[in-house]
Nanobody, 120 residues
Framework: VQLQASGGGSAQAGTSLRLSCAAS????????MGWFRQAPGKEREFVAA????????YYADSVKGRFTISRDNAKNTVLLQMSSLKPEDTAVYYC??????????????WGQGTQVTVSS
């Protein structure tokens, strides 16, 4: 599967953005999907994950209650709805995939990143 993220941009604190990840390949529905982010000068960190069937989700504490991950296996897409954005959410966001046995890292398939910049 190949992944391509989009939807990044600039936003004011307190507003919302939605990221989208489009996947190619007929096996998209068999993968756990996740979002990660990397801020300048920091290591890449886990943000959210969703199981292959979309029933189970998992979030980093820093985004819990503000971000929502979802997927549409018929459209080969995974979304990250980001609300109540904070300046500390500024980062390059990556979508990723792994086998469906777990939601946790490591992930072995990565898309290119999309920049999210939140200003106060």
């Amino acid at each position: 599967v190949q992944l391509q993220a989009s939807g990044g941009g600039s936003a004011q604190a307190g507003t919302s953005l939605r990221l989208s990840c489009a996947a190619s390949g007929r096996t998209f529905g068999s993968y756990t999907m996740g979002w990660f982010r990397q801020a300048p000068g920091k290591e890449r960190e886990f943000v959210a994950a969703i199981s292959w069937h979309g029933v189970t989700t998992y979030y980093a504490d820093s985004v819990k209650g503000r971000f929502t991950i979802s997927r549409d296996n018929a459209k080969n897409t995974v979304l990250l709805q980001m609300s109540s954005l904070k300046p500390e959410d500024t980062a390059v966001y990556y979508c990723a995939a792994r086998d469906r046995r777990s939601l946790l890292p490591p992930y072995n398939i990565w898309g290119q990143g999309t920049q999210v910049t939140v200003s106060s």
